[in-house]
């Protein structure tokens, strides 16, 4: 069975601290892709970042960064220097070719930076 | 790439009425599309998808049903809702910022009273 874990489900910093959003998924897959959206208070969902199973190189673009480990099934998300306006509610997803490639989510973390 | 285009963006209904919410896209031929759900806060719970015209699965069952009557149309409907059938509705569709992400419509927000 395929399944995306958010084990946290709020975190609250003051603005300036760095946070982690963890993740971890199963799925008996060679291939699939992992993804984290964010959901502002608007409702709508933002792509944010997309990693293929065989790319395990860790990311960064401006304040975020990814670390995927395959051997821990795991795929976190940092943001350093947290802002208010990274408060939003952030997804991890798992998607395996199949059944329409459809997108398994995790339940959430709600993320509140306050100034 | 592709839009798309979620209708009505919010709406209120009486328990046991009718529903049907629009999803189109422009940008794109044959789009895989898929209807999700997000109820009570925050889960995303994938309610259909469609490969193509006519053709739908779904992944749980439930009081709604999904049709796509065309290429870049995709629909969902009751026909008694339900208290439970509240939620915040969206629409996906792969491409905008790669093959393989999904991009999301800005969603439907239903308040079954």
């Known amino acids: 069975a395929q399944k995306v874990t958010q084990a946290q489900t709020e975190i609250s910093v003051v603005e300036k601290e760095d946070v982690t959003l963890d993740c971890v998924y199963e799925t008996r897959d060679t291939t699939y892709y992992l993804f984290w959206y964010k959901q502002p208070p608007s409702g709508e969902l933002v792509f944010l970042i997309r990693?293929?199973?065989?790319d395990e190189q860790n990311e960064i673009s401006g304040r975020y960064s990814w670390n995927f480990q395959k051997s821990t099934s795991s795929f976190n998300f940092t943001i350093t220097a947290s802002q208010v306006v990274d408060s939003a509610v952030y997804f991890c997803?798992?998607?395996?070719w199949g059944q329409g490639g459809k997108l398994i989510f995790g339940q959430g973390t709600e993320l509140s930076v306050k100034p | 790439s592709q839009t798309i285009h979620q209708w009505p963006a919010t709406l209120v209904q009486p328990v046991g009425s009718p529903l049907s919410l629009e999803c189109t896209v422009e940008?794109?031929?044959?789009?895989?599309l898929y209807w999700y759900r997000q109820a009570a806060g925050r889960g995303l719970q994938l309610l259909f998808y469609s490969v193509g015209i006519g053709q739908i699965s779904s992944e749980v069952p439930q009081n709604l049903s999904a049709s796509r009557p065309q290429d870049r149309q995709f629909i969902l409907s009751s026909k008694k809702l339900l208290l439970s059938d509240s939620g915040f509705y969206l629409c996906?569709?792969?491409?905008?910022?790669?093959?393989?992400?999904?991009?999301f419509g800005a969603g439907s927000r239903l308040t079954v009273l």
């Open positions: 940008g794109t031929s044959n789009p895989n």
């Open positions: 997803a798992l998607r395996v």
């Open positions: 996906a569709c792969p491409g905008g910022s790669g093959a393989n992400v999904l991009t």
């Open positions: 990693r293929n199973s065989f």
